[in-house]
């Protein structure tokens, strides 16, 4: 069973700009989320979605938004980019509730200039 | 809503000793408390996790403790290898969510 698949790797932005990352779950799981990871903060909770729906969201300015296509495939887009964007954005998928047993992708490193 | 406190953020052990990282979690209704790993440049990977309703799992080397009452959880690795060395995360779970403490990076001294 093929993992979950996050494109691109690596991005290289503006501030400014915005930017849209995609991630694949894995086949199966129809719970995708995101998380953004910077050294020292650990993993901060951007959103979860279900069916195409958002279940929960975490403490981030309206700048950042997901959504969930009918195949459980999901993208997140960072509008208006700011200096602090810069991160290691993860997603994770799961069977069922998005609070339990995450397998995480290998995330796309957002780097703003 | 959830608060996960894990301490220490850095613990470096000699290759044979056991590592101990301790996490404190602040809502009582947290059922899931999973552990993750985390080596250089890759992606967190699950190493074990338990229930509120079980006070210890083992898995080999590694080891979880839960204490509901104090709200603390701990992972104990035995015989520790420089494999080992990576970011550990604790988590507790929420709505839909899991809330992460801020990892520790272990060190596996040859």
């Known amino acids: 069973k093929a993992g979950v698949t996050q494109t691109p790797r690596y991005l290289i932005k503006t501030r400014g700009q915005q930017v849209t990352l995609s991630c694949s779950p894995i086949?199966?799981?129809?719970?995708v989320s995101w998380y953004q990871q910077t050294p020292g903060q650990g993993l901060q909770f951007l959103f979860e979605y279900f069916s195409e729906t958002q279940r929960n969201k975490g403490n981030f300015p309206g700048r950042f938004s997901g959504r969930q296509f009918s195949n459980s495939r999901s993208e997140m887009n960072v509008s208006t980019l700011e200096l602090g964007d810069s991160a290691l954005y993860l997603c994770?998928?799961?069977?069922?509730?998005?609070?339990?047993?995450?397998?995480f992708g290998s995330g796309t490193q957002l780097s703003v200039l | 809503g959830e608060n996960v406190e894990q301490h220490p953020s850095t613990l470096s052990v000699q290759e044979g000793d056991s590592a101990v990282i301790k996490c404190t979690y602040s809502d009582s209704a947290s059922n899931y408390f999973p552990w993750y790993k985390q080596e250089l440049g890759k992606r967190p990977q699950l190493i074990i996790d338990?229930?509120?309703?079980?006070g210890e799992k083992k898995d080999q080397r590694i080891a979880v403790t839960l204490n509901k009452t104090a709200k603390h959880f701990s992972l104990h690795i035995t015989e520790t290898q420089p494999e080992d060395s990576a970011v550990y995360f604790c988590a507790a779970s929420g709505s839909y969510q899991l809330t992460f403490g801020k990892g520790t990076k272990l060190s596996v001294i040859p």
């Open positions: 086949s199966g799981h129809r719970s």
């Open positions: 338990i229930r509120s309703n079980v």
């Open positions: 994770a998928s799961s069977q069922g509730q998005g609070n339990e047993k995450l397998f």
